[in-house]
């Protein structure tokens, strides 16, 4: 099993977790994490374990028993932003992510979720399910076909645009279709109806003239949800449109990863926009 090496903010968010676990009140959440995971797959991206994108399949599954074995309940996006009752509960409740639609979630994180009973939403980048097989990083997505299946089996499915640019940078026009196209292909071939959106690449929550135009682009357009890359969990009253969360790949061994969903790695959001502002 991969396990994290030394690094700041897992020393940090451990110890922030532990310490703060005795303050709040035994099995109370007054907010729900959405984990944010990719493709599951062995190997690293040989960068900073901040920017690792990949979960191999025995840390995704240990991980899932973590869940499961903590008597964390699995609910969807729209459970989440419907119905205050999501939080503050007796019940830990936790929602699963995953972007970009690579095969790899049909066939090794799908078997584990079922497994325990858990269901996920996943974002789907409409230009690669056209074509699957096509070079992309060298990873193969999912086509239209599976999509369907997990569709079917309870899984939600989410627009993770058509060509998955970075959406601060298109012209209007094209940030336009890249939002609406999707949609109507995705809804166009599994039948369903698409809410929910995943904002590709590093969120610009600094820029508030095209966030406003980015809400009304995707109230407009017909989603009702969306969830973002910035670092944290989902409180009461949150922006349904842009809700943050927390990223997991394969170096975050069961003691981070606890803290993750315990709300212990809330305070790199901090770094995070302070790093952006930089940049």
Wanted: proline share 5%; glycine share 8%.
């Amino acid at each position: 099993m991969t396990v994290s090496k030394y690094r700041l903010d897992r020393a940090l968010s451990v110890g922030v977790m532990k310490a703060l676990a005795g303050l709040s009140e035994p099995e109370r959440q007054p907010f729900v994490p959405i984990l944010m995971y990719h493709g599951i797959r062995e190997g690293t991206c040989g960068r900073h374990p901040y920017y690792e994108t990949s979960t191999s399949l025995e840390m995704f599954a240990s991980q899932m028993r973590y869940l499961s074995d903590h008597d964390y309940t699995v609910i969807g996006l729209e459970a989440l932003t419907s119905r205050p009752a999501a939080f503050g509960r007796r019940s830990r409740k936790v929602v699963i992510t995953f972007d970009d639609g690579y095969h790899s979630f049909y066939t090794e994180a799908l078997p584990v979720l079922a497994r325990y009973g858990f269901r996920a939403s996943i974002f789907i980048v409409s230009s690669f399910a056209q074509n699957p097989n096509r070079e992309n990083s060298g990873v193969r997505h999912m086509d239209w076909r599976e999509i369907r299946e997990i569709r079917a089996m309870g899984n939600e499915i989410g627009s993770h645009t058509v060509s998955h640019p970075v959406l601060r940078d298109v012209p209007l026009e094209r940030l336009l279709y890249e939002i609406e196209e999707s949609k109507d292909i995705i809804e166009q071939e599994t039948g369903g109806c698409i809410e929910s959106f995943a904002y590709p690449y590093a969120f610009p929550e600094h820029d508030a003239k095209f966030i406003s135009i980015l809400r009304t682009i995707l109230s407009y357009t017909g989603y009702t949800r969306g969830v973002c890359t910035t670092i944290g969990t989902v409180k009461f009253n949150g922006d349904p449109l842009f809700m943050p969360r927390i990223p997991i790949n394969t170096q975050d061994d069961l003691c981070l990863f606890e803290a993750k969903v315990s709300g212990g790695y809330d305070w790199m959001r901090i770094v995070q926009s302070i790093y952006k502002r930089l940049m």
